[in-house]
C-alpha cells in the first residue's frame, strides 16, 4: 500500500512519499521519511519491505559519500543511479557456484543472499545535466524517466501526471500536480496512506518543501 511518486520539472525534481510504517494490519506510526538525501543534490524515495528499504538506501547513501571523499568529487545523479542498479543486479542474481552444499547450507545462502526487495526513485540536480529523475525497481530495472510512481498509488497518480504533466512545469504548478495525485490517492485507494512528505532538487540542492498530513501521530500515555 505505499506510494512514491515524483516528476521533473524546469530546472527541479519533486519526489512525494507516504509516510505509513506499517506491518500486516497495524500501523505502527504515520511520520517515516522515505525519503533519504544521497547527498546535497541528490534524493532518493524507496518502497519496500522496510529492512531492505532502510538498510539499501543508507548503503546507497555511505557508498555515494565514501566515492565523494575518495576522489574529491560527488557523483552525478547517473552515475549514482547506475551504481544502485548495479547493487540491486548482483544481490538478485547470486548464485549457488556448486551443488554440492547440504540443505542446511543452502538455507544459510538464501537467508544472507536474498535480492533486496525495494523499489526506488532517485532525483538529482547535475550543473552540466540538470534535473533528473531515474525509475529503479526491485528487479533492476533502471529508466531516465520524466515521471514515475510506485505502490499501489501509482494507478492513480501515474494517470493523473499523465493528465496534467508538462516538462515545463514550475515548482508551484508541480506542487499543485502532486496535491492532485495525492488527492486522487486518499479519495479512490481503499486503504489510503493519510499522511505524504514532499521534497524537491534544484540548484540550490535538495531540501524539504512540506509535509500532507490528514491523521497526526499521537502518543499513548502508559498505563
Sequence with gaps: MECVFGLVGNGFAIVAADTSAVHSILVHKNNEDKIM?????????????????????????????????????????????????????????????????CLTLLILFCFVYNPYS?????AGYDKEAGASLYYIDYIATLHKVDKGAFGYGSYFSLSTMDRHFRSD???????????????????????????????????????????????????????
Excluded at 525495494?118 to 532517485?122: P, R
Design 118 to 122: 525495494v523499489n526506488i526513485l532517485m
Design 37 to 101: 538525501a544521497l547527498d546535497s543534490h541528490k534524493l532518493i524515495a524507496a518502497s519496500g519491505e522496510p529492512g531492505d528499504r532502510v538498510q539499501f538506501t543508507e548503503y546507497v547513501q555511505k557508498n555515494v559519500s565514501l566515492y565523494q571523499f575518495r576522489n574529491g568529487i560527488p557523483l552525478t545523479t547517473a552515475a549514482a543511479a547506475n551504481f544502485t542498479r548495479g547493487e540491486l543486479a548482483t544481490a538478485l542474481r547470486k548464485v549457488i557456484d556448486s551443488l554440492g552444499f
Design 169 to 223: 512545469m514550475s515548482v508551484e504548478e508541480a506542487i499543485d500536480l502532486v496535491d492532485k495525485c495525492i488527492l486522487e490517492i486518499r479519495s479512490r485507494l481503499v486503504i489510503a496512506p493519510p499522511n505524504f512528505v514532499i521534497k524537491i532538487v534544484d540548484k540550490d540542492g535538495a531540501r524539504e518543501h512540506a509535509w500532507r498530513q490528514s491523521v497526526q501521530d499521537v502518543t499513548t500515555a502508559a498505563v
